[in-house]
């Protein structure tokens, strides 16, 4: 009998597998941030190191903007000095409130290292974070963000891209199974899902 009963729950358990797939959506933005002449110090090392800045950490609060000075958000978050030339960065980039559809109100969490020249002093030219996760209509992001310094002086200036992937779970039962052929797929957003059409705007670049 009680051979019976392992088999019967095997059987079950095997019934009860079903598929879900995973479709991956593609949005593209890009936007100018403006860096601040100077950012706030957040903490500073507790003791001192052959290495200036190593252990310094600055609290920012960067705009984006469009090239005609259109406000898109803000950039909020904290970096902190590895050594001279070497910074972790820890970003959430928040759209506003006033754009519509998929942007609106929603953020992208960012993370990864930044890298400066050999005496501390400067960025480098071109920098990427990867997407590590969302709020708000970016739930489960994924995806990079590639940096272009467009100006050094008075205060620096970069142009921003924004690649950002979005899961779309279509349920058909309890397992999971995500087919990931789908995920670097460009373009693949349906045309029900709304919020590329109406973003389009002139110094701006935004795809579906």
């Not at 930044?114 to 997407?131: C, F, H, K, R, V």
């Amino acid at each position: 009998m009680d051979s019976l009963k392992l088999i019967f729950l095997a059987l079950l358990s095997i019934l009860s597998v079903s598929e879900v797939k995973a479709t991956y959506y593609r949005y593209s933005i890009s936007y100018y941030e403006v860096i601040p002449l100077s950012d706030t110090v957040a903490f500073t090392p507790k003791k001192s190191d052959a290495i200036p800045n190593k252990g310094t950490g600055y609290v920012k609060h960067n705009a984006l903007i469009t090239q005609e000075g259109r406000v898109l958000g803000h950039v909020g978050g904290i970096y902190f000095y590895h050594g001279q030339d070497v910074i972790e960065d820890i970003v959430t980039i928040t759209f506003s409130k006033d754009m519509r559809g998929i942007w609106c109100a929603s953020s992208i969490n960012l993370r990864g290292l930044w890298y400066m020249t050999p005496d501390g002093e400067a960025d480098l030219n071109n920098q990427e974070l990867a997407i590590v996760g969302g709020q708000g209509h970016f739930r489960g992001a994924t995806g990079s963000v590639y940096y272009q310094r467009v100006q050094s002086q008075p205060q620096t200036v970069f142009f921003v891209t924004c690649d950002i992937y979005i899961p779309d779970f279509l349920f058909y039962g309890k397992a999971i199974e995500v087919d990931l052929d789908q995920q670097f797929k460009p373009d693949s957003k349906p045309q029900f899902l709304h919020g590329h059409g109406d973003l389009m705007i002139k110094g701006m670049i935004a795809t579906a």
